[in-house]
């Protein structure tokens, strides 16, 4: 189906790409992308990263990861590539970081310099969940979200995944505290987007928890972290401080923040 949706895309950024420059877009503030691919296919296109320089010494960074080994690699580097693009143009105060593990291609990695991105790169996390009778392979390396942990040149980490699409500014998510996420239902949050502060401490901790082999229902990066924050249905829920300053402890984030696309277009409706 992405695959398609790329073809698809291509023929149609041929006949209608300078419309989709010049469309304006309102909604909640981060839709998945995927649901509206050709539009946003045409960011990639039609922005000049040299236009819109990023900063490379914020306080604070957005960021994401790719990894090799899913059906859809480069589909995702594209939707990386559109979802930073997104940020760009939306002249966050912050940095733009991709974690990439080591066997990404050179030249994707220097594409993603070349748009202002910063790209670090990584050993594979091995995932010891991987013979669990539900594991999904796509999800191997998907661990190596606790990398963002790692980042410790930031004061707070937006991190996501690929698939995010940034309408509005939202740089009050580093006003949030430790760690912060969304509930997707009643039960469980999306790790899809979420606000940590890095620490040296609390990477080594997740990666000793991950040697142990500490429950995971999925054997993804979501289970390991919904076992690991298991408390965070009882915080408060965020509302980032009108003074700017950083908050401490766990929140939980509004739905707004990680709104999959079916409710955009259906609030939209």
């Known amino acids: 189906m992405l695959t398609g949706r790329i073809k698809q895309s291509r023929q149609l950024l041929k006949k209608s790409g300078k419309k989709v420059c010049e469309m304006q877009t309102n909604g909640p503030l981060i839709v998945a992308a995927e649901a509206i691919w050709f539009l946003i296919l045409g960011l990639v296109l039609c922005t000049n990263a040299a236009d819109s320089p990023v900063k490379t ?19 995702f580097f594209v939707a990386a590539r559109v979802m930073m693009q997104s940020l760009i ?31 670090v790169s990584v050993d594979n996390i091995q995932n010891p969940y991987r013979n669990q009778a539900n594991f999904d392979m796509r999800f191997m390396f998907t661990l190596n979200k606790i ?55 609390t990477f080594s901790d997740l990666l000793h928890e991950i040697e142990i082999g500490r429950t995971n229902a999925d054997g993804a990066d979501q289970g390991f972290l919904m076992a690991y924050f298991d408390d965070l249905l009882e915080r408060p829920l965020f509302r980032p401080p009108s003074n700017g300053s950083k908050l401490n402890g766990y929140y939980r984030l509004p739905l707004g923040y990680q709104m999959d696309a079916s409710y955009f277009f259906g609030i939209g409706a």
């Open 57 to 75: 010494n914020a306080k604070n960074a957005y960021a994401t990861m790719l990894y090799m080994g899913t059906p859809h690699d480069y589909e």
């Open 89 to 119: 143009r939306l002249k966050v105060d912050a940095d733009l970081v991709v974690i990439v593990s080591n066997d990404v291609p050179h030249r994707w990695k220097r594409t993603l310099n070349n748009e202002g991105v910063r790209v």
């Open 147 to 201: 990398y963002a942990w790692s980042l410790v040149d930031y004061d707070r980490v937006v991190m996501l995944d690929a698939d995010n699409l940034f309408l509005q500014k939202t740089d009050e998510l580093f006003q949030c505290g430790q760690f912060c996420a969304a509930f997707i239902n009643p039960c469980i949050f999306h790790t899809g987007l979420f606000v940590l502060q890095p620490s040296r401490e």
